[in-house]
Nanobody
Framework: QLQLVQSGGGLVQPGGSLRLSCTASGFSLENYNMGWFRQAPGKEREGVSV????????RHADSVKGRFTISRDNAKNTVYLQMNSLKPEDTAGYYC??????????WGQGTQVTVSS
């Protein structure tokens, strides 16, 4: 079965850190552009961080620049989102995405991140 399986997330205090993981099952992520998206209640899904298949191109939403880092480990078939200096406004469901030339596209099951004291 072709799928992305996410792990990580949870409840963290403001200023804390979390790392999300996204592991592919049934296919290799090596040739896929990878991205992390999030959706807060009542809001549209938004792009957080994206990385090209080669890793040469990385983009972050302005709201997370300097705080979030996207990385990939092709040997582990996994993409990560390291989130530091978390703020309450980062609270959302987070989803990983794998895209191959807009022809093949997969989503992870989502994981909740809650930033609250």
């Amino acid at each position: 079965q072709l799928q992305l399986v996410q792990s990580g997330g949870g409840l963290v205090q403001p200023g804390g850190s979390l790392r999300l993981s996204c592991t592919a099952s049934g296919f290799s992520l090596e040739n896929y552009n990878m991205g992390w998206f999030r959706q807060a209640p009542g809001k549209e899904r938004e792009g957080v961080s994206v990385m090209s298949s080669s890793g040469d191109s990385i983009r972050h939403a302005d709201s997370v620049k300097g705080r979030f880092t996207i990385s990939r480990d092709n040997a582990k078939n996994t993409v990560y989102l390291q989130m530091n200096s978390l703020k309450p406004e980062d609270t959302a469901g987070y989803y990983c995405n794998a895209d191959w030339r807009a022809a093949l596209n997969y989503w992870g099951q989502g994981t909740q991140v809650t930033v609250s004291s």
